[in-house]
Each structure stands twice: as C-alpha cells, then as structure tokens.
C-alpha cells in the first residue's frame, strides 16, 4: 500500500511539471524509481556531508562558525545529535529572504532540481513567514536560547550537542548540492554551501 501511495503522489507531481530538458526528465524519472525502492526499504543513509561558507563571514549578518552532526554516516529516519554555534552580528527581522538552489548528480553531471511544492530550487520571500507556523520551538533550542522566530536578536548562540529525532524518508539516493543564500532587506544575510550524499 505504501508503494501504491508513493507511486500516485509521484505521478501527481510529474503531471504539473513542465521540464526544461532531457536531463531535468531524466532526473525525475530516476526520483520516481528510487522513492518505490526507498518505499519499501524505509531508511535513507547519509554517507557525506560537506558545510562551505560561500559568504563573507566577516560582514554578513550571520555567520555559522561552527557545527557537528554525529553519528557518521547519519541514518534517517532515526536520532541526530547535532552540535553548533554562530552569531548575528545584528539584529535579523523581517524581510528575510532565502534563495535556495539544489541540484543533483545524474549520469555525471549536475542537474538542477526544479522547485516543486516548495522544495528544491526555490525563493521564499520571508522565511518569518514560514517560521510562524512552526507548532513549537524544539526542546534543545528553548533550552539553549536559541529562537525560532523572527526577530533574531545580535548576539553569539551556542547549541550543545543535543539529539533530535528526524522523521525524514524517502531520500532519493545520490549526490546533491545546496547553496542557501539569505538576506535581510537589503544587506547580505549569510551564504551556506553543503554537499550531501545519500546511499
């Protein structure tokens, strides 16, 4: 049943989308395979996870300056425990806005991931916005003094290594690239590149 579901909402999907090349087809076909095996398996593995700050953590408004995701390789669904801290140099309110673009490896070469129910290669005008649905802050987070919404006052956040359990399934299996770049209003928010391998 549950690879019946799978293959309606996949094909649901694919009905909307208009591709822009063989390539981009041929990815979503891949997807459409994978996400039946990854169906019944049940898991995902994260064999790699590459962080890059593509930004200029000497001005931007927020900088990671660190962070740790244990165990290695991370398997999903299942408990993460992620350590980190950064900085806002200031104050971060709304507008803030968040450009994401992801691509994935196919037949040797990058293909980017269209934006599709709000997830792959997408902007969000206010992540604020978004982060006002959240039903609750993490338990870590509240303990650590981090929020989770907007505003995000200037100061220095330091999260210990704290255990979340992450639900996420069905991870496609390949290589992927992220870049998130932020900003607020006008001036540039941070810059992150991570690079993520799925088995």
Same mark, same amino acid.
């Given at each position: 049943?549950?690879?019946?579901?799978? $293959?309606?909402?996949?094909?649901?999907?694919?009905?909307?989308?208009?591709?822009? %090349?063989? @390539?981009?087809? @041929?990815?979503?076909?891949?997807?459409?395979?994978?996400?039946? =095996?990854?169906?019944?398996?049940?898991?995902?593995?994260?064999?790699?996870? &590459?962080?890059?700050?593509?930004?200029?953590?000497?001005?931007?408004?927020?900088?990671?300056? %660190?962070?740790? $995701?244990?165990?290695?390789?991370? @398997?999903?669904?299942?408990? &993460?425990?992620?350590?980190?801290?950064?900085?806002?140099?200031?104050?971060?309110?709304?507008?803030?806005?968040? =450009?994401?673009?992801?691509? &994935?490896?196919?037949?040797? =070469?990058?293909?980017?991931?269209?934006?599709?129910? +709000?997830?792959?290669?997408?902007?969000?005008?206010?992540?604020?916005?978004?982060?006002?649905?959240?039903?609750?802050?993490?338990?870590?987070?509240?303990?650590?003094?981090?929020?989770? +919404?907007?505003? /995000?006052?200037?100061?220095?956040?330091?999260?210990?290594?704290?255990?979340?359990?992450?639900?996420? =399934?069905?991870?496609?299996?390949?290589?992927?690239? $992220?870049?998130?770049?932020?900003?607020?209003?006008?001036?540039?928010?941070?810059?992150?590149?991570?690079?993520?391998? /799925?088995?």
């Amino acid at each position: 049943m549950w690879s019946n579901l799978v $293959i309606c909402a996949t094909v649901l999907t694919l009905s909307a989308v208009t591709f822009a %090349s063989a @390539q981009e087809f @041929q990815y979503f076909r891949d997807v459409f395979r994978a996400s039946i =095996q990854h169906a019944e398996n049940k898991e995902s593995r994260v064999n790699k996870f &590459v962080y890059n700050n593509c930004g200029h953590p000497e001005t931007d408004v927020f900088n990671l300056t %660190s962070i740790i $995701i244990r165990p290695d390789p991370v @398997q999903l669904p299942g408990e &993460v425990t992620i350590g980190t801290s950064f900085v806002f140099r200031e104050t971060a309110v709304s507008p803030i806005k968040l =450009q994401v673009e992801m691509e &994935v490896k196919s037949g040797g =070469q990058w293909v980017e991931v269209p934006c599709i129910g +709000q997830v792959g290669t997408c902007t969000y005008e206010d992540i604020c916005d978004l982060l006002s649905l959240l039903p609750a802050c993490p338990e870590p987070l509240v303990r650590a003094g981090i929020p989770c +919404q907007c505003p /995000f006052p200037k100061g220095r956040y330091i999260l210990p290594a704290s255990t979340f359990d992450i639900p996420l =399934q069905l991870v496609p299996p390949g290589d992927y690239k $992220i870049k998130a770049v932020f900003t607020n209003g006008e001036k540039p928010g941070a810059c992150i590149e991570l690079t993520i391998s /799925f088995d």
